[in-house]
């Protein structure tokens, strides 16, 4: 993993203790999860309720209840189930970010969070990548759901 990756993960679990006050029996959902290295991160840091979602890659750490799913689809939770949700670097992929947008909304309990990042378009890594490439790749139609 990336360090600037490892810097998010970090600067999002630390806000996350100061916003909950430490409470550590939070259940927490990672939207896109991949093969769930933030939620092994939250693990670490002894969030025992973790959750994750994927289309494309399975998430098989034997602390995280995992779920397939399409996010062209409802998502398999009830309403209000989680009081964190985190959809990192995910949303700029979507054609149609507003029906995840209100699933977030119906399983996000009343006092919940959700914390969405993109990234930074503007950074040297991308302004090089476009100009040695001419593309964003991230940006290129397989990575867009």
């Known amino acids: ?10 600067n999002l679990i630390r806000r996350m203790k100061k916003i909950f006050d430490d409470r550590q029996d939070l259940a927490i959902l990672d939207l896109w999860c991949a093969q769930g290295d933030f939620l092994s991160r939250l693990h670490d840091e002894w969030f025992p309720f973790l959750f994750g979602t994927d289309w494309f890659r399975e998430c098989t750490l034997p602390f995280v209840e995992f779920k397939k799913s399409l996010f062209t ?24 970010p507003m029906s995840i947008v209100t699933e977030i909304h119906r399983i996000l309990k009343k006092d919940g969070i959700c914390v969405i990042t993109t990234p930074n378009i503007s950074s040297i890594f991308w302004r090089i990548s476009f100009l040695l490439t001419g593309k964003l790749w991230w940006f290129q139609d397989q990575y867009v759901v």
């Open 1 to 10: 993993m990336d360090s600037s990756r490892n810097l998010l993960h970090e």
């Open 73 to 96: 689809q409802k998502l398999d939770y009830q309403n209000e189930s989680f009081d964190v949700i985190f959809f990192l670097d995910v949303y700029e992929h979507l054609w149609d």
